[in-house]
T-cell receptor
Framework: EPEVTQTPSHQVTQMGQEVILRCVPI?????FYWYRQILGQKVEFLVS????????KSEIFDDQFSVERPDGSNFTLKIRSTKLEDSAMYFC???????????FGPGTRLTVT | AQKVTQAQTEISVVEKEDVTLDCVYE???????LFWYKQPPSGELVFLIR??????QNEISGRYSWNFQKSTSSFNFTITASQVVDSAVYFC????????FGKGTLLTVNP
C-alpha cells in the first residue's frame, strides 16, 4: 500500500539553526500538508499546498517557515532560525483529490536545544 | 472559526469493556468532514474514519462504531469489547478548509 514517508525520523538542532524536514507524499497525490504536535498536545495545522503554492496557512506558520516542492516527489518544510518552542513532532500529509482523506507520514521529531 | 472538543482527557477501562469517546464540534460551514485518528505510543497518526456533513448514517466497522448527530454537533466513537491493543490517543478532527484536531483522549485498556 502506498504511504507517505518522512526523513529524518529525529532531528536535533541548535537554536538559531536552519532545518529542512523532508516528506515524500503518495505519488499521485496533489494536496500536501504540514502539521505539528508539541509533545502531549494536539495536532495543529501549519500549511496546505496545492498546485505549487500555499493554499492555506495558520497563524503558527510565520515568516520563519517556508514550504517547497523542489521536484516531483519531495515536499519540504524549512524553519529558518529555530527556536526552542519549535521542538515538536512534524507530520506531513497528502491527499489525492481533495476528498479530505489525508494520509499522514510517520512524523519527524524535531528537538531544538 | 472551527473548534473540536474532546472533553475526556483520559479514559481507563478493563479489557472487553465497551468504551465511548466523545467529540463535539463547532463550525459555521454547511459542508465539512469529520474524522477520527488513532495515535498509538509509536506516534504515527492512523486514519480510522471520515464522514461528510451530509451523511448522518452511523457506521460500524468490526469493533468500531461511530455515531454522527448533526443536531448536537457530535461525532462519538465507540469501541466494543476493547482490547489492550486499542490503547492509544484518539483524535477527533474537523475539516473545512483545514483540518482542526481536538486535544485527544488517551485510552488505556488494562488486561
Amino acid at each position: 500500500e502506498p504511504e507517505v514517508t518522512q526523513t529524518p525520523s529525529h532531528q536535533v538542532t541548535q537554536m538559531g539553526q536552519e532545518v529542512i524536514l523532508r516528506c515524500v507524499p503518495i505519488s499521485n497525490h496533489l494536496y500536501f500538508y504540514w502539521y505539528r504536535q508539541i509533545l502531549g498536545q494536539k495536532v495543529e495545522f501549519l500549511v496546505s499546498f496545492y498546485n505549487n503554492e500555499i493554499s492555506e496557512k495558520s497563524e503558527i506558520f510565520d515568516d520563519q517557515f517556508s514550504v517547497e516542492r523542489p521536484d516531483g516527489s519531495n515536499f519540504t518544510l524549512k524553519i529558518r532560525s529555530t527556536k526552542l518552542e519549535d521542538s515538536a513532532m512534524y507530520f506531513c500529509a497528502s491527499d489525492g483529490d481533495s476528498s479530505y482523506e489525508q494520509y499522514f507520514g510517520p512524523g519527524t521529531r524535531l528537538t531544538v536545544t | 472559526a472551527q473548534k473540536v472538543t474532546q472533553a475526556q482527557t483520559e479514559i481507563s477501562v478493563v479489557e472487553k469493556e465497551d468504551v465511548t469517546l466523545d467529540c463535539v464540534y463547532e463550525t459555521r460551514d454547511t459542508t465539512y468532514y469529520l474524522f477520527w485518528y488513532k495515535q498509538p505510543p509509536s506516534g504515527e497518526l492512523v486514519f480510522l474514519i471520515r464522514r461528510n456533513s451530509f451523511d448522518e448514517q452511523n457506521e460500524i466497522s468490526g469493533r468500531y462504531s461511530w455515531n454522527f448527530q448533526k443536531s448536537t454537533s457530535s461525532f462519538n466513537f465507540t469501541i466494543t469489547a476493547s482490547q489492550v491493543v486499542d490503547s492509544a490517543v484518539y483524535f477527533c478532527a474537523l475539516m473545512s478548509l483545514k483540518l482542526t484536531f481536538g486535544k485527544g483522549t488517551l485510552l488505556t485498556v488494562n488486561p
